[in-house]
């Protein structure tokens, strides 16, 4: 029986805390804490069990500190903000608890994410016998184990692998983001990268597109992006030539964020409004509807997942490995919509693997690097069946 303490009670911290509470044979005691103590209140008030609340702002490691001595979990799970990784990884370090999050640090001033801080405390971890799991949501997260999965069932060598992000759903608004707007719009208007024959290329924001048809969603048009897993994927797999991620946008989307770009709303350095200083971004997202509130009457589904060329046997083989994911069956199950729901089960499968020592090892490591077998048949159980399809050299081809 273990305890687990939730930082953050935003769309993705309001399924991850549901899904713990789902799994009462591992996890008795669950403790949801964030900066806004009513939202966690809130999520509590959805579930049978009883959870326990706190407010904590996390940019403030003592405070974490504080917190974690006094609720004494076996596992921290961060689903606030990248921008609080640090922080809170430093409190683990400090009170001698294992880390778990779903998206990768990046400094608050400065639209860039990448492993390096994190890998960094590599060594403080392993000297401490911790474990601090990276990247464990659905992408990065899912993402990557299907690549180990595939790495360890289906091939001997991976050459080429495209992550596939498509969201194929309906929320009824004129603009809004499926995760954390502030992050979400950081991401998505940076410039595109992917890793070729051991380079990395550069590519203009969602300059490169094409049609892909979508297994159980149709047709949708998807752009190249850079995303964090390619970083870890690119170390972890072996025989790659060539990684890609891409993600689908509609129209309507892409000209409200094309409009907020030109006239400055995604700018992230202050501006002066009134005499004070004002970070449009920042202002953007208190105006924009919050990820958790558009789950009501979210319909249409997701499909993410990888299409992954290769060798097994001295043969060529093709899969695509993907789940798909229904917005009105995650708001039935624990009112959410499917972008939080793909991000939250991951997460609290990965505490489970953690907790269980199913995942064991002292350090900071990417989720490639463990067993994926375990976690894979838990999707199934948790809510995130799977299917890998056997494709011909042409088939659903990527370009
Ligand atoms: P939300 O904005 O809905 O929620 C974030 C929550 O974190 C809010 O409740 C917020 O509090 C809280 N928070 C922010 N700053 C602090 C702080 N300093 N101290 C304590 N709590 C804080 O975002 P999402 O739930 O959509 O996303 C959560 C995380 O999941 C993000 O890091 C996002 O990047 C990641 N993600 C990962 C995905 C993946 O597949 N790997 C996909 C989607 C998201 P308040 O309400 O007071 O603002």
Redesign the pocket.
């Known amino acids: 029986m273990s305890k687990v303490l939730i930082?953050?009670?935003?769309?993705?911290?309001g399924v991850v805390t549901h899904k713990c509470a789902q799994m009462p044979e591992i996890f008795d005691e669950i403790c949801l804490?964030?900066?806004?103590e009513e939202?966690c209140k809130a999520i509590a008030a959805q579930l049978k069990t009883r959870i326990q609340t706190a407010k904590?702002?996390?940019?403030k490691p003592l405070e974490v500190v504080r917190l974690i001595k006094k609720i004494n979990p076996d596992i921290l799970i961060n689903?606030?903000?990248?921008?609080?990784d640090l922080s809170i990884m430093e409190a683990c370090l400090a009170t001698g608890v294992d880390y778990l999050d779903?998206?990768n640090y990046e400094p608050p001033n400065k639209a860039k994410f990448e492993y390096k801080w994190q890998w960094k405390y590599h060594k403080a971890f392993r000297e401490k016998g911790l474990l601090a799991v990276l990247?464990c949501?659905?992408?990065?997260?899912v993402s990557n184990i299907f690549c180990a999965y595939a790495q360890k069932h289906y091939f001997d060598e991976i050459h080429t692998v495209d992550i596939l992000d498509c969201n194929a759903g309906s929320h009824g608004k004129a603009f809004a983001t499926?995760?954390?707007p502030e992050?979400n719009i950081r991401e998505i208007t940076a410039r595109g990268k992917y890793w070729e024959k051991g380079q990395w290329k550069d590519t203009d924001p969602l300059s490169v597109h094409q049609t892909f048809n979508f297994p159980e969603v149709g047709p949708k048009e998807m752009y190249l992006m850079y995303h964090e897993e390619l970083e870890s994927l690119v170390k972890n797999i072996k025989g790659l030539k060539r990684i890609r991620f891409w993600m689908t946008f509609g129209e309507q989307y892409l000209t409200h964020l094309r409009v907020l770009e030109n006239v400055g709303m995604t700018r992230i350095d202050p501006v002066m409004y009134e005499g004070k200083p004002v970070v449009p971004l920042k202002f953007l997202k208190a105006i924009l509807p919050?990820?958790?509130s558009l789950g009501k009457n979210y319909k249409g589904k997701t499909n993410i997942g990888c299409m992954m060329e290769g060798i097994k046997n001295g043969k060529k083989r093709k899969i695509y490995i993907y789940n798909v994911c229904d917005h009105a069956q995650c708001w039935k199950e624990v009112k959410s919509q499917a972008?939080?729901y793909?991000?939250g089960v991951p997460a609290a499968i990965g505490a489970r693997m953690v907790v269980t020592g199913a995942w064991c090892d002292a350090g900071v490591f990417n989720v490639e690097q463990f067993n994926p077998d375990p976690f894979m048949e838990e999707l199934n159980h948790y809510g995130l069946p799977w299917k890998v399809k056997h494709l011909g050299p042409g088939q659903m081809p990527v370009k």
């Open positions: 930082i953050g009670a935003g769309g993705v911290g804490a964030s900066r806004t939202k904590v702002d996390a940019d689903v606030a903000l990248p921008y609080q779903t998206a990247g949501g659905f992408d990065p997260g499926n995760f954390n992050i919050e990820p958790s972008i939080s793909t991000t």
